[in-house]
């Protein structure tokens, strides 16, 4: 079956789900081409994969011109000549001997004639601690868009619906009298729901995967089940999904390589949640250390940073997305009588990037950062769930000198709610524990009471997928990226 008939068959069109698709394909693949052509030995990429788009497209209904909208040419990568000699194979794992890494890269400064004295275009390093400005990549996505999703698109409400769902329609009335004047809470909700169907099925701009059934365990949403305090330390609160929540741990510890004896984790609400404990543990190794990251990174790393009051400097990025290495370098070396703290992006919310960790850990070698003064964390938020099933992936797992991953689990797996999961070595979680005797538990995660149905949901889809399951939607992914570039 083509992929556009797999774009058209039942399976999407009565699920009008959003997958992740590559923009940075494009460069990417220009660029696999241009390495070719000088026969570099031993080169592997991994297309960055980033954007989304609706699955219920069909045929009939895609332009034959201009396939791809303004907004998104504008923003996928070229090549350009200039900046740091990584920019033209931004989320590439370059798989060669040790000995060759310098040969390589030598020989791609000479192949494109790259500057990297060029201080002209380089931009100042911003210190985030105390600048209050937004920080983060701004979405070109964070407008309603319809493009390709046909006749299926729900309808929109009508002006008397809309006015069910105002904010003086939804308000709460305090006696009978405001009562009367409201619409009855069974088509105020009607009403919303309407309103769900139509926004999700032409949902475009948030990488979510909406293509997911959780009937079987919709009646456990009559219970309040809650998990509060640590996931391996049973409360005396009964009502709990801790059997499930330590499944999921369990699996993704196994995912990314880590030993069953030193990891740690929690399911969290969010990936912004499993950032900001990431930090919190970075923090509590390393009081003085300064945190690095690129400034295309999540909003919710500098939200840290302030959180915890942490000294952050946000270095510019490469024009494919990727930190600038050679700032970072420079950043670091100036700072060596500091710890190192370093949020490394697996996948940037706009461009996809992913930042080279092996590269990254090359310059801490180089600068010579022992291992007990660098702390590593993932912000994995979509990509860490893909790349262990695409070929020729960069590999991030535990097996390197990394600390902590976290990952969103309402992107690529779906799930009706936020949720995430964070994992990170055991050693460093003694540092924030601390025994609550009305618990019967230990304190060691963000939140104190934690939503037990998203456990019980990430476990549920999990076990339906399987691996193979998940692998089929990274696959069709990449595809559907393919199928956008030709």
Avoid at 154 to 175: A, C, G, Q, T, Y
Avoid at 450 to 458: D, E, I, K, S
Wanted: contains cysteine.
């Amino acid at each position: 079956m083509s992929l556009l008939q797999r774009l058209a068959s039942p399976r999407c069109a009565n699920n009008p789900s959003l997958f992740t698709v590559g923009r940075s394909l494009l460069a990417n693949e220009h660029t696999r081409k241009v390495i070719q052509s000088v026969r570099f030995k031993h080169f592997q990429t991994l297309s960055n994969v980033s954007g989304i788009i609706p699955c219920n497209i069909v045929d009939e209904r895609i332009p034959k011109k201009g396939i791809i909208s303004s907004r998104l040419k504008s923003t996928a990568a070229t090549i350009i000549e200039d900046g740091d000699n990584d920019s033209l194979i931004s989320g590439t794992d370059v798989a060669l001997k040790k000995n060759n890494i310098e040969d390589l890269e030598q020989s791609q400064e000479a192949l494109f004639h790259i500057d990297n004295d060029d201080k002209d275009n380089k931009e100042p390093i911003q210190e985030y601690t105390y600048n209050k400005d937004k920080s983060g990549t701004p979405s070109p996505w964070a407008v309603f868009d319809a493009w390709g999703a046909g006749s299926t698109i729900h309808p929109n409400l009508n002006p008397d619906e809309e006015r069910k769902l105002d904010p003086s329609s939804v308000s709460i009335p305090f006696n009978d009298e405001e009562r009367s004047t409201l619409p009855d809470e069974t088509d105020i909700l009607t009403a919303y729901d309407k309103l769900l169907k139509h926004r999700s099925s032409a949902h475009f701009g948030y990488p979510y995967n909406l293509m997911y059934n959780h009937e079987e365990i919709y009646k456990f949403m009559q219970y309040s089940i809650n998990n509060l305090g640590d996931p391996f330390v049973t409360s005396n609160y009964g009502v709990h999904s801790r059997q499930f929540e330590c499944s999921v741990i369990d699996f993704f510890a196994k995912l990314w390589k880590i030993p069953e004896d030193e990891y740690w984790g929690y399911v969290t609400t969010c990936g912004t949640e499993g950032n900001l404990h990431g930090m919190l543990l970075a923090r509590e190794c390393h009081p003085d250390g300064i945190l690095y990251s690129s400034k295309e990174t999540h909003y919710s790393i500098f939200k840290a940073a302030k959180y915890y009051r942490m000294d952050a400097k946000s270095i510019p990025t490469l024009p494919m997305g990727e930190i600038n290495y050679d700032l970072l370098e420079a950043e670091i070396a100036k700072n060596t009588d500091r710890s190192v703290i370093i949020n490394v992006n697996i996948g940037t919310t706009v461009k996809g990037a992913v930042d080279d960790l092996d590269r990254i850990l090359r310059i801490l070698n180089r600068l010579r950062i022992p291992r007990e003064k660098f702390y590593i964390h993932c912000d994995g938020a979509l990509f860490a769930m893909m790349m262990p099933f695409v070929d020729h992936a960069p590999l991030v797992n535990f097996e390197k000198p990394i600390d902590s991953i976290a990952v969103s689990g309402h992107k690529m797996l779906g799930c009706p709610m936020p949720c995430g999961v964070t994992i990170s070595r055991k050693e460093h979680v003694k540092n924030v524990e601390e025994r609550i005797d009305y618990l019967n538990s230990v304190d060691t995660t963000i939140m104190g009471s934690r939503n037990g149905q998203t456990a019980l949901y990430l476990w549920y889809s999990l076990r339906k997928k399987g691996i193979e399951g998940i692998k089929q939607d990274v696959v069709h992914c990449m595809e559907t990226a393919r199928y956008l570039r030709d």
